[in-house]
């Protein structure tokens, strides 16, 4: 598969999730008209029939925080979705905005270890390395090895061959400095399911759409209703925005 | 040039749950209380967003930094320990409340038999039933000689539990009634019960309803909300220092809590303890804090430290058997976990508190014949629902990759009672 045909399936899938959940665009144009409303003063009366003006909300926090290279974060989205995939069940990491979550908590102060103990020496296989450090490395090391054994990038690469490449990291098999590549795939998918399932404030989990996959409520203030009942009781997620 | 502070009656080092139980104890009984905590204040307040698997779980918002420092490990005398380097897997209590305000509240009483296993294991079963290198001991205290505190924290707490059968008899019930039983529980109830076990609903400072305490704090209902062992409870329905003891205290005017303030001596005069020494970690600042009695209230191992740092007592050494600070300590229990996969049933997973569940003691203590074990003791088994955060909890079946398709087809027709 080639880099732009990658592209257009990221896109198309991006596409099929904004017409599948059919609420985004919908929720945007309620938003802006509530906006309106609020913002008028009380008692005014709209003296012309001038079209009123919807705003749509424009996304503006798909943008790079830590990566500094296209083909990193491009290799580390290939990655994050290979680790999730989209299927019947609903989308994959990608679609989920993973990628762009990870990049944000790598520039976070946890991704810089600021709260660890990081004063020397490191031994007995402790690593002097940050977080953002191993998957920076890591993503690196993914095009390298991709580059080295088919002459391509990673995101290019046919599914069984992404599998493949990936089990080699897990496996510990890819030479990696101060750092395994086990412990760096760890990494990987910890924060590709974090990506998926966080909070949807932190930019993964899009829409809730990972937790309702797995019908996990989210932040609910309350459980006492079901806490000894018999069947299965789904109910619609909640996120931290709730709270406010 | 450490400032020198005016003396006090009594100085915690540290205000979680034994720094709060200390200062509500002793204000109530006349006597002025400093508690100097090396992290930051916090109330019911700061409570309201913990609804984060992220933040507080996954990251431990609620841990202590190691930022400057850290606690060593090592497995036998011969090997060099390292320092933990992840704050997240250290798992300790930060600023007032401590862990008491993330812990997941299971409150179970030690056994008479756990306070003089080295002479109950001897009377029953003869001197050699102990390996020379054990170091198990007597406590030097009785549960008879302790059960009225353990009746005084219940109440102090508002536990809610049913009795464990396997008990002495207790001197008062708990004082709210088991939380509610969900169908892993009476799955778990049913199955304990025909193979001849006694379970019982675990006790815990997750409250069943509302309850006053004696000193006038309110202690609200579980919610079962699910967001419980590793984050603070919005609520204020979990027993936490910082809805309990420390509030009593300041109620009574003659305490004063310091933040930021880290004790780094216990000063003494060779006999006695005279006061401590410690740091503003905002400013370095050194201040000399007197008092008539230290009470070291923080974690076991900066207890320790202390002692160490302030050469009081003889330091344990592990080769021959002699000293006593650093010998025999405490810390979290280990556990085991396994996990029930079914295909034909689902349960409400996402419903759960810090330690909902049933258990049997059948294999505690010395509840059973140990003739013819190579140990002593035992453990508890219980079901727990824990909860199943979606980033913690992707379980699958044996076998079944931790990733990729087949990773993420598994959970959406598996369901888990642990």
Known sequence: ?244 | MAQKLPKVDVVTVGVGWFGGIVAAELTKAGFNVVGLDKGKEKNLKDYMHTHDEVRYPIRGEGYQKLTKESYTVRNTLNQEAYPIRDKATAVIGEGVGGGGSHWGAQTHRYYPYDFEIRSKTIEKYGENKIPENMTIQDWGITYDELEPYYDKFEKMAGISGEPDPNYPERTNPYPTPPLKKNIQMLMFEEATKKMGYKPFTIPTGTLSEVYKNPDGETINACQYCGFCGSNYCEYGAKADPVVTVIPTAQKTGKFELRTHAKVTRVLHDGTKATGVLYQDTITGEEFEQPADIVVLTSYVFNNVRLLLLSQIGKPYNPQSGTGIIGKNFTDHHGVTISYGLYDDKKFNNYVSTGAWGMAITDFTGDLFDHSNLNFVHGGQIECRITGNDPISNSITPPGTSSWGKEFKNSPFFITIVS
């Open chain 1, 1 to 244: 598969m080639s880099e732009t045909e990658n592209k257009q399936t990221h896109n198309q899938s991006r596409r099929n999730f904004l017409k599948n959940s059919g609420l985004t665009v919908g929720g945007l144009i309620v938003g802006g008209a509530i906006g309106r409303i609020i913002s008028m003063k009380p008692n005014s009366t709209p003296t012309t029939t001038q079209p009123v003006e919807t705003h749509q909300m424009a996304n503006y926090n798909e943008a790079l925080q830590f990566f500094t290279r296209k083909e990193d974060f491009e290799a580390l989205a290939a990655a994050t979705e290979v680790i999730f995939p989209e299927d019947e069940n609903g989308l994959g990491a990608i679609g989920l905005g993973a990628p762009y979550y990870i990049d944000k908590q790598l520039a976070t102060p946890w991704g810089r270890n600021a709260d660890d103990y990081m004063i020397r020496p490191f031994k007995n296989g402790q690593t002097p390395l940050t977080r953002g450090d191993i998957m920076l490395q890591g993503v690196r090391k993914i095009n390298e090895v991709s580059q080295k054994t088919h002459n391509a990038l990673f995101n290019t690469l046919s599914e069984e061959e992404q599998v493949a490449i990936l089990q080699e990291f897990e496996g510990g098999t890819v030479e990696m400095a101060y750092v395994s590549s086990t412990s760096f795939f760890a990494l990987l998918r910890q924060l590709t399911l974090e990506g998926c399932y966080c909070d949807p404030m932190y930019g993964g989990n899009k829409n809730m759409e990972g937790w309702k996959m797995k019908e996990w409520p989210g932040a609910q203030m309350s459980h006492a209703d079901v806490a000894d009942a018999s069947d299965f009781v789904k109910k619609e997620p909640k996120s931290l925005s709730d709270h406010m």
